[in-house]
Structure formats: C-alpha cells, structure tokens
C-alpha cells in the first residue's frame, strides 16, 4: 500500500509561485500514475496535473503553462511548481497514485492565493 504524504503548501500573493512536493512511502511508486487534484472553495476535486510512468504529462487548461508536474522515482517524489498563481488556484491540493487498480491520495495541503 501507497502513503502519500503533500508538503509545500500555504499563503501566496497573487503572480507568485509555490512548489507542492508528494512523499511517497510504502512502494516504489514508478510504475504508477502520479496526479495533483485541488477542491477550490465550494467546488468539486478536480484533476491539476497528471504524469504517467513514461514522464508524459497532461493539465487541465486552467494551469496550463503556468504549473509543471514532475516525478523522481529514486526518491518516490512527485512535484508540482506552481507560476504566475493566481486567487482562483486556491484550495487544497491532493497528490494522487493509480496503479494495479489501486488509486490512492494524500492528505492535502492548503494553497491560499490572495492580495
């Protein structure tokens, strides 16, 4: 069984950045897919980023070209760098690992953008 733990999240100002980082334990997550989901205020959990085993990535159009997901898999860690954030980026961001019809999450971490 896959833990995943998120760390990196907290308070930004509108155009500034942050990076989410995914601990992962338990199994070698490299022949998982590895995603970031985030529930904004009053909104449904929503796919941000998602890469696969073979480092192909996909984003949902919101953060395209602002965010950038990636993954080491020595380390069982997966990231996500977050540019240019801005208010509705906000909620809590939940790192993700599918694999052998298994999907597991973490716990979440808090991302509050605002002036």
């Not at 995943?4 to 601990?23: D, K």
């Not at 070209?65 to 909620?91: A, C, H, W």
Request: charged share 15%.
């Amino acid at each position: 069984q896959v833990h995943l733990v998120e760390s990196g999240g907290g308070l930004a100002q509108p155009g500034g950045s942050l990076t989410l980082s995914c601990t992962a334990s338990g199994g070698s997550i490299k022949d998982y897919i590895m995603g970031w989901f985030r529930e904004g205020p009053g909104k449904e959990r929503e796919l941000v980023a998602g890469i696969t085993s073979g480092d192909s990535t996909n984003y949902t159009d919101s953060v395209r070209g602002r965010f950038t997901i990636s993954r080491d898999n020595p380390t069982n860690m997966v990231y996500l760098q977050m540019n240019m954030l801005k208010p509705e980026d906000t909620g809590v961001y939940y790192c993700s690992a599918y694999g052998s019809n298994h999907l597991y999450w973490g716990q979440g971490t808090q991302v509050t953008v605002w002036s």
